[in-house]
């Protein structure tokens, strides 16, 4: 697919192209294994040279056409689908960082990510240094050790709200020699493609925006191809020397800067821990995908209403969305996300807790959910739910008050939602 070509056209043509006959709609590919005339043919597949499909675990037809096509969204080299987002941060850390290693991670980032990094891969053996993603060039730099293998921040925090200066952390870890991984989840390659930035390596939570109806779970990995494992092959033995657990095949070599790090992951961890997406979810995270760049301009735009009328209400004790001019963030959102951020706002009342859950129990249109970026406007008291495994510490480090109420306007009618909330708060 011509990388030329902008973003709404990519959400409909990359990926898939069919050939004479062929079905215009991506197929579903409901199958677990794939058949072969001899042993030889299969023998090829898994000596990793040849092209093709031989178990569903590891790589699907239907699966390969939607990573390709954000792939292509987000200007990258190679891409994978995995079952969830939460898989998607795993494995792209794990790809390249174990036991004995260390990562540096924005202090600022989703719960269930802080806490895969601090408690779980923890006893994997994998130290993580939080840093404040506000912190200076030298506190930053003062955070790495010659162990270090990755940095780690998310394009617009979920649901602090902050917004990652991506040349900032991209400049310290490559003076280190370790790549910069972006969870782009709240932006999305339509408001913001990180590798033009310096980040080396996108997941995202296909959950959220990217399939947009609360269908289908889902999470991706891509890779810029921009980053030199072999500069650094000391640092990433896992794709700069054979690996004994397939074939002996050194990554780098057969499969150069922009294959390796998906194809190991592919290979190796895909084949290992078996978090797959499964076709049908990936079909249905290609029609949401269809609608991306679209639907995104309109939850721009309700968040954007809502943000300003929140900010001039007086039950408001304080209201965070990068696209208010006097949001801490709101010049580093001009330069990275200048079309739009995302749906998502964070805001706090007059009372805190119990006027939080007060309000939350008398909205109509939005609802208490789980979940975010979503057709339809969701709300949650992060502290009690999604963050409810942190310290009062640790989510004040966070960004994540336990006032905070995050709200995920949808794409209903602006007007509505304002009345909606207004009439919620006359009850706090």
Not at 121 to 128: A, F, I, S, V
Request: glycine letters at 10%; one cysteine or more.
């Amino acid at each position: 697919m011509d990388s030329k070509l902008r973003t709404e056209t990519l959400c409909i043509q990359a990926g898939y192209t069919p050939g004479n006959g062929e079905p215009r709609q991506l197929p579903i590919i409901q199958s677990t294994t794939f058949q072969y005339a001899t042993s030889e043919d299969m023998g090829k597949l898994f000596d990793l040279e040849a092209d093709g499909y031989f178990y569903s675990r590891l790589a699907n037809p239907t699966c390969d056409a939607v990573a390709a096509k954000i792939c292509a969204l987000e200007g990258g080299s190679a891409a994978m689908l995995t079952g969830s987002g939460q898989a998607a941060n795993f494995m792209a850390v794990f790809n390249i960082a174990g036991c004995g290693d260390h990562i540096i991670a924005s202090s600022a980032i989703y719960g269930g990510s802080f806490n895969l990094f601090s408690v779980t891969m923890k006893k994997m053996g994998l130290e993580t240094t939080f840093v404040d993603p506000d912190c200076t060039e030298a506190e930053l730099n003062a955070a790495f050790r010659p162990n270090t293998k990755a940095v780690f921040g998310e394009t617009i925090a979920n649901p602090a709200l902050t917004v990652l200066d991506i040349e900032k952390f991209a400049r310290a870890a490559h003076a280190h020699g370790v790549p910069l991984i972006v969870d782009n989840t709240f932006a999305t390659p339509v408001n913001c493609r990180p590798f033009q930035w310096g980040a080396d390596i996108v997941t995202h939570s296909t959950t959220k925006y990217m399939d947009g109806h609360g269908a289908t779970l889902g999470g991706v990995i891509v890779d810029s191809g921009k980053f030199d494992w072999t500069k650094h092959a000391g640092k990433f033995p896992g794709l700069c020397t054979p690996d004994d657990s397939y074939h002996g095949v050194t990554y780098t070599e057969r499969f150069g800067t922009g294959g390796a790090f998906i194809t190991k992951c592919t290979a190796q961890l895909m084949r290992d821990f078996g978090c797959v997406q499964s076709p049908q979810n990936a079909f249905i995270l290609n029609l949401g995908l269809e609608s991306l760049p679209f639907r995104m301009k309109q939850h721009c735009a309700n968040a954007q209403a809502v943000a300003e009328y929140l900010q001039g209400h007086e039950k408001v004790k304080w209201v965070k969305y990068c696209g208010l001019k006097d949001d801490k963030y709101y010049d580093l959102a001009q330069k990275y996300l200048p079309n739009g951020s995302c749906g998502v706002i964070s805001f706090g009342l007059y009372g805190g807790r119990q006027a939080a859950e007060t309000f939350m129990k008398h909205l109509k249109l939005g609802s208490i959910e789980t979940h975010v970026a979503d057709s339809r406007t969701c709300c949650l008291h992060p502290a009690s739910s999604t963050h409810r495994q942190m310290t009062d510490a640790e989510l004040d480090a966070a960004g994540v008050g336990a006032d905070l109420i995050r709200l995920s306007c949808g794409l209903e009618n602006a007007r509505d939602l304002i009345e909606d909330i207004g009439q919620a708060l006359e009850n706090v």
